[in-house]
């Protein structure tokens, strides 16, 4: 059993249902990836994980205590990075930490030692006795952070943690999240696709309040219909010679033609649905044998496409 | 303990929290200017040549509270709400309770500094004459008494909204109708029409019923249980609203 379980989560918004069903687990040295268009229900989720907010139906576990029966130890166990990375602007970033250790029941040099680590994890050092207010939003941001991991929890919730940081600030962040997923259990929401790949091991993408996919970000790209193409440039020859005798092979579903000039042409070939893998690339060779071939390349699956392929009926519905 | 811990934790951060914004002194001045001129001016200290606290000083109290304590309260739970930061605090290991009473009592405590400021009133009354210090000092109760069932009013309608505005308006519509239950001018309008049973118990609802006791040095348990029970009901009431909102 995982260190979160999540059993038929659901929430109503009034009669509008924002979470559907929800279940998943997530064990100690996971770190699960949680994807989804804006209104998916992913901060609820999160929200109700966290105790925040109680379930319409289903529960949540966390290390074994169930959050709505059992709340105070369930809580102990977690670190929370709320959406917007909330922080009382009134208080120093180390008067913040400070009651955010009291109140995770660090005392004296437990409580000292708790903050300092949190403050040189999260690179706070310059801007200790600056008031939370005249932060920048990256440091509030890290200031937030450093807040969820001061108790150093077995179990991190975080929402959109690289949200409005500058590009070095999200490498270190992510370095941070993979480092400790190491070692906890961890859950981020994030609209950027290439955090999946840099820090999950497993990915789940959520769509109008349900799972419409769970896997390692791999397996996920598996899904693209790109996943598996071969795309080659021939030299010297016609778009329509090459096409025809690709079309021949028996595991091409579909070929399309990506570029043509005079002296070259640019090919994909799609693979059948159950073709095994590089049986289409080893076929493609075969049928080529005699062209003048300048690039060839097998397509990894692409995690955008599947994303928007997954969540999909939105978009359609803002393009009508 | 841990949930006083808690507590105390909570009490301390909201605390310090009226000192790093200029609220507390802005308070805390106009409260003893208004305390000031009002004995001396109005209430007629030196005139009246009593050595008495009663009906110069404390008589104003419940007017003054009516705008002042729903000015430190306003923000205890609207801003919460509004910054964001109650998720991070509901979400820590503690209950909402410890939360609440964490808030209300570091407001309480705030307002008994204030209201221990006016100390040189008395200095003043032991000066010139020899006043009865047990009375002054149950008058003191009782307006302290009565400032935490106005904040904890306050309390209430701090966590209808998120607007700190708002929240005072309704706070200081509430407290007035709980002065005026008791208000002489009102309750002589009430009584041509209504029964005496009825008037005694829109009178008993008062808070300035149960002030007036105090300011006569009477420590009467049905007023103090009266206080305290609307302290009680406010908080519990606060408690219901914010977890309503989190049921969405």
Redesign the interface.
């Known amino acids: 059993m995982g260190m979160i379980q999540v059993d038929g989560l659901t929430?109503?918004?009034?009669a509008k249902r924002a979470v559907d069903g929800i279940s998943f687990s997530v064990a100690r040295g996971e770190v699960l990836g949680f994807l989804g268009p804006n209104g998916a229900g992913k901060s609820t989720t999160m929200?109700m994980i966290?105790?925040?907010?109680?379930p319409s139906e289903g529960s949540v576990s966390v290390g074994g205590f169930d959050m709505v029966k059992n709340p105070?130890?369930a809580?102990?166990l977690?670190g929370?990075l709320?959406?917007?990375a909330?922080?009382?602007?009134?208080?120093t970033v180390h008067?913040f930490l400070d009651?955010?250790a009291?109140?995770?029941?660090l005392r004296g040099d437990a409580k000292k030692r708790a903050v300092h680590r949190a403050v040189e994890m999260c690179f706070l050092e310059s801007v200790l006795h600056q008031?939370v207010e005249t932060l920048s939003k990256g440091y509030r941001h890290r200031t937030?952070f450093a807040?969820a991991i001061i108790h150093d929890p077995d179990v991190l919730i975080l929402d959109e943690p690289t949200d409005g940081l500058d590009p070095n600030q999200k490498y270190e962040v992510r370095n941070l999240i993979r480092r400790m997923g190491e070692k906890k259990a961890i859950i981020f929401s994030t609209h950027i696709l290439e955090e999946v790949d840099a820090v999950c091991t497993r990915a789940i993408i959520i769509e109008r309040g349900k799972i419409v996919a769970n896997g390692t970000p791999s397996e996920l790209r598996q899904k693209s219909e790109l996943a598996g193409a071969v795309t080659l440039r021939v030299k010297g020859a016609t778009s329509a010679t090459v096409s025809t005798k690709l079309h021949q092979i028996p595991q091409a579903r579909r070929v399309t033609v990506l570029e043509e000039k005079s002296d070259a042409v640019m090919v994909r070939v799609f693979p059948k649905i159950n073709a095994a893998d590089g049986e289409l690339a080893r076929a493609v060779g075969v049928a080529a044998r005699d062209w003048q071939i300048e690039q060839l390349q097998i397509e990894e699956g692409r995690l955008d496409e599947v994303f928007r392929n997954l969540t999909m009926p939105d978009t359609k519905e803002l393009t009508k | 303990m841990n949930a006083i811990a808690n507590i105390k934790t909570i009490a301390k951060r909201e605390l310090s929290a009226y000192f790093t914004s200029p609220l507390a002194y802005v308070f805390i001045v106009i409260f003893l200017l208004l305390n000031g001129f009002f004995t001396f001016m109005v209430g007629g200290f030196f005139e009246r040549g009593q050595a008495s606290l009663t009906e110069s000083f404390f008589t104003w109290h419940p007017w003054f509270y009516l705008f002042l304590v729903p000015a430190v309260g306003m923000r205890l739970w609207a801003e919460e709400r509004r910054v964001g930061t109650l998720e991070l605090l509901l979400t820590m290991p503690i209950t909402s309770w410890q939360a609440i009473t964490g808030k209300f009592l570091a407001s309480w405590l705030f307002l008994a500094l204030a209201l221990a400021l006016t100390f040189p009133l008395v200095i003043t009354v032991n000066y010139l004459g020899r006043p009865d210090n047990g009375v002054i000092l149950c008058g003191y109760i009782g307006s302290w008494l009565m400032a935490g069932a106005y904040l904890a009013v306050s309390c209430i309608t701090s966590a209808l909204t998120r607007s700190q505005v708002v929240s005072f308006i309704i706070a200081v519509v509430i407290c007035l109708f709980l002065i005026l239950a008791g208000f002489t001018p009102v309750i002589r309008l009430l009584s041509t029409w209504a029964g005496a049973g009825l008037v005694n118990v829109v009178a008993a609802c008062s808070v300035i019923t149960h002030f007036n006791n105090f300011e006569k040095g009477v420590l009467d348990s049905r007023d103090l249980i009266f206080f305290l029970s609307l302290i009680v009901f406010s908080l519990f009431a606060t408690a219901v609203i914010l977890r309503s909102h989190r049921a969405g």
Not at chain 1, 11 to 14: A, H, I, L, T, V
Not at chain 1, 102 to 105: C, F, I, N, Q, S
């Open positions: 929430k109503y918004f009034d929200r966290t105790g925040f907010i109680p105070i130890p809580k102990r977690i929370y709320p959406e917007n909330p922080a009382y602007t009134d208080m008067g009651f955010a009291e109140l995770r029941g008031s937030c807040q």
